[in-house]
């Protein structure tokens, strides 16, 4: 399964980092999508890496703030959230897909793919 860690309560402009743990797999040659839901609102995919190919993708609301990366053992995907404000605010989860490097047709990861495992999520709030 998947664990999310790191989520809480920080103030407009600071900064979190999400964590994504496997137990019982590594993620190698998985593509793990973070994803959040913000109340009474849609899922929102946020941003992607692809283990097989070391491909990433980020929502054009992130880029250039949200930096996700893989840790050596390919057990563990973490989300670096910096200038935090509000609109982040939400529920946020990892998921992983094994098929993405089928489904990427050579782009690499995208969180529009079907990601088959979930996490529980974890919860941000940017609040002053």
């Known amino acids: 399964h998947l664990a999310e860690t790191g989520g809480g309560l920080v103030q407009p402009g600071e900064s979190l980092r999400l964590s994504c743990a496997a137990h019982?797999?590594?993620?190698?040659?998985?593509?793990v999508g973070w994803f959040r839901q913000a109340p009474g609102k849609e899922r929102e995919g946020v941003a992607c890496?692809?283990?097989?190919?070391?491909?990433?993708y980020y929502t054009n609301s992130v880029r250039g703030r949200f930096t996700i990366s893989s840790d050596n053992t390919r057990k563990t995907v973490s989300l670096q959230m910096d200038s935090l404000q509000p609109a982040a605010t939400a529920v946020y989860y990892c998921?992983?897909?094994?098929?993405?490097?089928?489904?990427?047709?050579?782009?690499?990861?995208?969180?529009?793919?079907?990601?088959?495992?979930w996490g529980q999520g974890t919860p941000v709030t940017v609040s002053s």
């Open positions: 998921a992983a897909d094994s098929l993405y490097l089928a489904r990427s047709d050579g782009y690499g990861c995208h969180t529009t793919f079907d990601y088959a495992y």
């Open positions: 019982g797999f590594t993620l190698r040659h998985y593509a």
């Open positions: 890496f692809g283990n097989s190919d070391g491909s990433t």
